[in-house]
């Protein structure tokens, strides 16, 4: 019986814990831009990218991922709001969210450039030429320090030195 009321209170404090932490990371997320378009074609788009960032003479990064996604938004507030890492995105690449959800898996897109967020989880990140090739690969977490991410590690991926 004693064995019982323990595993009892473990079940319940787990799932108190849990809502507690899942209130908090609506809040967090309410907090946030949400940058991605469920409703938008992810391969027409990325097409028109592509296009801009060879006039332009940029590489197109691509983040995968939802708004559904914290460490998504985490990663979109980190380098759009940080003056240094902005900087850098802003010269060397176009920047776009690939929208992967329930709403929209953005299929074609996907069996283009393939989804390493499938693999490695999201965000995930891909980095195309402006033919459209993909150079890179990165997943999130060799980026992330604790409940966010490592700023070192963010601008070296950017700069493309990681």
Known sequence: MKNLIFIALLCWGGMTAWAQSSE??????????QPYHPEE?????ISELLKQAKKERKKVL????GNWCIWCLR????????PELKTILDKK?????????PENKNEKAFAKYGNPGAQFGYPAFLILNAKGEVLFTQKSEDLESG?????????KFLQGRL
């Open 24 to 33: 908090e990371t609506n809040k967090e997320r309410a907090g946030y831009e």
């Open 41 to 45: 074609d992810g391969d027409k788009r």
């Open 62 to 65: 691509v983040q995968i991922g």
């Open 75 to 82: 990663f979109n507030h980190l380098v759009t709001t940080n």
């Open 93 to 101: 690449y176009v920047f776009y969210h690939l929208n992967f959800s």
């Open 147 to 155: 409940k966010g991410y490592d700023t070192k590690k963010v601008k």
